[in-house]
C-alpha cells in the first residue's frame, strides 16, 4: 500500500537513530514531519521524511515521553534523519529535482 516513496521505508534501518534501541527494520515506515501548511496534525509531503523505526517513531510523535533525550538532540536526529532519508531517495531516483 503507499506509493513508492512510502513503500521504500521498508525493512530500512532506521535513519533517525535516537537511541542505541532502535526497533528492528521491519518496523521502519516513513515517518512526516508535521506540516506548517496544512496545521498542526497533518503530515508533509514525502520528501520531508526519515524513515523512522518504530521505537524511533513513537518518540517523534511523542507516544513515549520517558525516553530522556532531549528535544534539541531529538530535533537534531530529526533533521539528520530527514537529510541522510532525502539521500537513499535520491540515490535510487525516487526522488528527483528538474533543473
Known amino acids: 500500500m503507499g506509493n513508492r516513496i512510502t513503500r521504500s521505508a ?3 534501518a532506521c535513519t533517525l537513530r535516537l537511541s542505541s534501541g532502535c526497533a528492528p527494520a521491519s518496523t ?3 515517518a ?3 506540516c506548517i501548511d496544512k496545521g498542526i496534525g497533518f503530515k508533509s509531503p514525502d520528501w520531508w521524511a526519515a524513515y523512522a523505526c518504530a521505537r524511533c517513531h513513537d518518540i517523534v510523535d511523542g507516544r513515549v515521553t520517558n525516553h ?5 538532540v531529538i530535533q537534531d536526529r530529526w533533521f539528520k534523519g530527514v537529510f541522510e532519508t ?3 531517495l535520491f540515490e ?3 526522488l528527483t529535482i528538474n533543473y
Not at 530522556?68 to 534539541?72: E, N, Q, S
Request: hydrophobic share 40%; net charge negative; aromatic share 0%.
Open 68 to 72: 530522556g533525550i532531549p528535544p534539541a
Open 10 to 12: 521498508e525493512m530500512r
Open 86 to 88: 532525502q539521500k537513499i
Open 28 to 30: 521502519t515506515v516513513l
Open 92 to 94: 535510487e531516483e525516487l
Open 32 to 34: 512526516h514531519a508535521p
